[in-house]
């Protein structure tokens, strides 16, 4: 695989706000020595009620050896956010200018909406808000398809200072029910369905659901749920529209339509000035127990951050035409979907429907159709696409896409043949591809190429180096690592995130007795100092948020990637190194799946790995130990897959589940996950397993092994 460097070319760099290495590090550099100076620059773009007074922008306490662990950035500071995305852009003279290019499932669906409409649309259903009774702080869940109600829902709780925790409508009904109770959410703002592709969701129906399991399970109450009519503006995918209706009970005490709510509301609403520090939203994300992470985002900082990351990664500028393919309901939708494009008065795409839908040439020709300049996804998506294009089908042909200046990715590794081609394939070898690493908790890209800046690589060298494995406990070399079975069945291990600190970020590399690893190798990635956009606290669980992230190393945040450092200085993720799987760019902790599996009668004990799939990154491989004398069959397959999709989602399906007689542990009775992961991928060098309590447990699941695995 190529080790050759790709220059930005002069299509990228004549644009270019930082076109050349140099300019970046001098940027760089004054970022982490004249750090106030640089974000007061930032800030000074904003419009502030009470403006951040100089001197310590930034406190912070890293080391729970000191005490408890904050970050508080332009403290004293009051603004909001909403404002600063809608009146200030207004004011500004681009009250005319698209805001998003809507595209709906159905090509014939599509609409525009310019800043001032999009104003005017917020700030009625802020009214309405209000008028419900939601208040400053209160919490407003929401669960939508990617339509522009969410954005202005979103935009609506950050003007009247009520905190969204927005729910990915890909989840079902008992998370969302665990999600609202934690959140303890006042409103469920949400749609009677959407069409994806072929298929129809009914949001609704999962939203009544989630509703009545909070309430009986979490005795949580929520007092009200808006509805968003969707279904009947948009072209129908087959199904008859009197139908719908009675696909989803309707509570004329607690449910309202959105159209209602806004009826008879004023687009004037003046926005709630709240603190640089108050929260702006919660979004949750796997946690390493099963239990989800309320993840805190704040004002100021995130707003400031999110504006300069997406100004400078994507090199976005005035007439550029952006689209960010991420769902809203993760960070990548929140940061460059909704806040971030609209803090830079940016023209952006929002795409409802599905890559393949009503032909695998659509992400190609909505590009063509809005001559889209920066284009943002995710790696499963490049590989999903490319492997339709690279088969011999002559009716595959690529519209023109020459408007494209940056392309971007996100979420997992792309690996080098997914990156040459859409390098070649559709940047035309004249784009820059930015592979963006960051996390639901960093609230902005941390680790990445910048467009007119950074040469690229598209893959890892070729020399050997160590991998680790997934545990934060036993985070060491990986012994017999054979790097045929790397290329072969793992091709995401040679595929790591290339690139640079952004502006503010100190990375570092440290080994396992936290000694920091300068020039090349290979350790853990941590970060000296908090950046302005960073998380602040796990909702009403601070101490959790010290455990996780501050604990392993008192005095840096801890990412939970590994990371490498090449003799050029570039930065390759390694990926995790704690329990958490990738799929398709979702993050889930093994322990969630775990619980599910377990939660079924029959099974006592459930153990899950990542397994390398070629276009998902990462695909789950359960083993399942049944209670004495119990069958294992293909109808407990299904029951057990359901039961995942029921209870966490349609995306945490199981790829494969083995029948287990037991499981490999260690006499104290840890289960060694690394001799699981090579018995999911059939590579019989496990190296040493004289520690286990019954090494005959390998050979079995070797045996046991599905057909089709
Ligand atoms: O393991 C890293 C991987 O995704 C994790 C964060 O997931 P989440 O909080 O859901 O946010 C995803 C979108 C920002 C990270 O800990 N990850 C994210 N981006 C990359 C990546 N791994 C490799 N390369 C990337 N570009």
């Known amino acids: 695989m190529s080790s050759r460097m790709y220059k930005p070319t002069d299509h990228v760099i004549k644009k270019s706000y930082l076109p050349s290495i140099q300019k970046y590090k001098e940027m760089y550099e004054r970022s982490l020595t004249e750090s106030e100076l640089f974000w007061t620059e930032v800030a000074q773009e904003f419009q502030w009620h009470v403006a951040p007074k100089p001197g310590g922008f930034m406190k912070y306490n890293f080391d729970i050896t000191k005490g408890r662990v904050f970050v508080k950035f332009m403290e004293e500071a009051e603004l909001n956010v909403c404002y600063n995305l809608l009146d200030r852009n207004v004011k500004n003279g681009f009250g005319d200018k698209i805001a998003f290019f809507w595209e709906g499932n159905s090509p014939d669906d599509y609409t525009r909406i310019t800043y001032r409409k999009l104003l005017d649309l917020v700030c009625q259903f802020a009214n309405g808000l209000l008028a419900k009774g939601i208040r400053k702080g209160d919490r407003v869940a929401v669960y939508m398809p990617m339509i522009l109600e969410a954005v202005i829902c979103m935009l609506a709780c950050a003007r009247i200072g009520a905190v969204h925790t927005v729910v ?51 005795k949580h109450r929520v007092d009200m749920c808006m509805v968003v009519n969707h279904l009947d503006r948009v072209t129908p ?73 997406f100004r400078y990664v994507f090199d976005y500028h005035r007439r550029d035409v952006y689209w960010c393919t991420a769902d809203v309901g993760w960070i990548t939708g929140h940061t460059y979907v909704v806040y971030a494009p609209l803090a830079n008065a940016a023209t952006s795409v929002m795409f409802e429907g599905t890559p393949y839908f009503p032909k695998v040439d659509r992400y190609w020709s909505i590009i ?22 690279n088969v011999e089908d002559g009716n595959l042909t690529m519209p023109d896409l020459s408007s494209l200046r940056v392309l971007g990715s996100v979420g997992e590794p792309i690996n080098p043949a997914a990156w040459l081609w859409y390098y070649t394939r559709i940047g035309k070898e004249r784009c820059s591809i930015v592979d963006t690493f960051w996390q639901t908790e960093t609230g902005g890209h941390v680790i990445t190429g910048l467009p007119g800046a950074t040469p690229m690589k598209p ?20 012994q017999g690592w054979d790097r045929t079975v790397m290329i072969v069945h793992l091709p995401n291990k040679s595929n790591r995130t ?30 000296a100092r908090p950046w302005p956009g960073m998380m602040r606290t796990l909702l009403e669980d601070q101490d959790r948020f010290e455990r996780v992230y501050f604990s392993k190393f008192p005095g840096y945040y801890c990412t939970g990637d590994g990371v490498r450092r090449d003799e050029d200085g570039y930065l390759w993720i390694t990926g995790r190194i704690d329990d958490m799987l990738n799929v398709s ?39 399942v130990v049944l209670k004495e004398g119990l069958q294992f069959d293909a109808d407990l397959v299904k029951t057990l897959t359901l039961l995942v999709r029921q209870k966490i989602g349609a995306f945490a399906a199981p790829d494969t589940i083995q029948n287990a007689p037991g499981l490999p542990k260690t006499r104290s009775g840890k289960i060694m996950r690394r001799i699981l992961r090579k018995i999911a991928v059939g590579d019989h060098e496990v190296g040493d397993i004289s520690t286990l309590a019954d090494p005959g447990v390998v050979e079995e699941l070797f045996n046991n092994r599905p057909a089709e695995a």
């Open 237 to 309: 995918g087959g199904s008859l529209k009197s139908e719908i209706k009675d696909l989803y009970n309707w509570n004329e005490e607690t449910d309202i339509w959105w159209h209602e709510v806004l009826e008879g509301e004023s687009n004037i609403c003046p926005p709630e000035w709240v603190a640089a520090e108050d929260p702006l939203f919660v979004l949750y994300t796997s946690g390493s127990t099963g239990k989800p992470k309320g993840v805190v985002h704040t004002t100021a900082g995130y707003l400031m951050y999110a504006a300069a990351t």
């Open 368 to 389: 063509n159709k809005y001559k889209v300049t920066q284009f943002y996804t995710a790696p499963t998506a490049i590989r999903a696409l490319m492997a339709h294009y």
């Open 498 to 527: 290339r690139g640079f600190p952004f502006f503010g970020v100190e990375p570092k590399i440290l080994n396992e007795d936290g000694v920091e690893i300068e020039g090349p190798g290979e350790g853990y990635l941590v970060f």
């Open 168 to 218: 990915f409508a890909g989840f079902s009904s008992d998370a969302l029910a665990e999600r609202l109770s934690d959140a303890k959410a006042k409103l469920l703002v949400t749609a009677d369905g959407a069409w994806r592709g072929e298929r129809m969701y009914v949001y609704k129906r999962t939203c009544d659901d989630a509703i009545e399991k909070a309430r009986t399970f979490f």
């Open 459 to 478: 893959g890892a060298a070729e020399k050997k180096h160590p991998v680790y494995y997934s545990s934060m406990d036993t985070f060491r070399p990986k």
């Open 585 to 623: 760019g979702h993050l889930m902790s093994t322990a969630e799946v775990e619980g599910v599996l377990a939660s079924d009668p029959r099974v006592s004990e459930a153990a899950v790995v990542p397994k390398p799939h070629e276009v998902k990154g990462e695909a789950l491989y359960c083993f």
